[in-house]
């Protein structure tokens, strides 16, 4: 479950992680900025919480473990819900970060790329020129999926074939998700949710609220 800016995102068992935004806005009250937070979730109290470096700015979770993006440090930083961490310094500041294929996969922003990385030895894969500013990424149906802010469309990596493809959807596609069967992208400017279809990259747009971010 990616997160943007701020949010919770599930692992396994009865432990929940929380990312409060450095801004100092703390979604959970007692949780300090710029950290990472584990919560009891049948209490609702927080049992501990791991300072991060920079500042948090999306997470997911896979292979057993949180992992956690930093514009301002360029960095991605692996927690285990056991304790310990490890942080991997990127060539850039990293826009979204998302689990899938058993790989971590990591949009650099600056440099307009798609990062896999490998979660068991931490080391890069290969790095994929994709649109301008890559930002959030998820991946589903044979597929990575790369959101490009400012060309308005989505990058679609081929795991199969190692091609990329754009899917043209206009102005203000925000955040994305991969899931029941489709590429779901909120678009701030238009007030819409966009279904893609993955398979013929049809695009469906649904009216929803005001400005949506996050999907």
Same mark, same amino acid.
């Given at each position: 479950i #990616?997160?943007?800016? #701020? %949010?919770?995102a599930a692992v396994a %068992? &009865? /432990?929940?992680?929380?990312?409060?935004?450095?801004s100092g806005t703390d979604y959970l009250g007692s949780l300090d900025p710029g950290v990472l937070g584990t919560i009891d979730a049948k209490a609702a109290g927080i049992t501990s919480q791991v300072e991060l470096p920079g500042e948090p700015s999306a997470a997911t979770a896979g292979e057993g473990a949180v992992w956690v993006a930093s514009r301002a440090g360029r960095t991605v930083t692996r927690l285990d819900p056991a304790g310990g961490s490890q942080t991997l310094t990127l060539d850039g500041p990293p826009g979204g970060v998302?689990? *899938?294929? %058993?790989? &971590?996969?990591? /949009?650099?922003?600056?440099n307009r790329k798609l990062v896999q990385i490998n979660p068991r030895t931490s080391a890069r894969v290969q790095t994929i020129? =994709? %649109?301008n500013p890559p930002g959030g990424v998820a991946g589903g149906s044979g597929a990575v999926w790369v959101v490009n802010e400012v060309d308005g469309a989505v990058s679609r990596f081929d795991l199969d074939t190692g091609? =990329?493809?754009e899917v043209p959807l206009g102005s203000g596609p925000a955040g994305i998700a991969a899931?029941? *069967? #489709? =590429?779901? =992208? #909120?678009?701030?400017? /238009? *007030?819409?949710?966009?279904r893609i279809d993955p398979t013929t990259g049809d695009v469906v747009q649904i009216p929803v609220g005001n400005g949506p971010t996050g999907v």
């Open positions: #990616a997160i943007a800016a #701020a %949010g919770l %068992g &009865l /432990t929940t992680f929380a990312v409060a935004h450095s998302a689990f *899938g294929d %058993g790989f &971590l996969w990591v /949009t650099d922003t600056e020129p =994709v %649109g091609s =990329v493809k899931g029941l *069967g #489709a =590429v779901w =992208v #909120a678009s701030e400017s /238009t *007030g819409t949710l966009v």
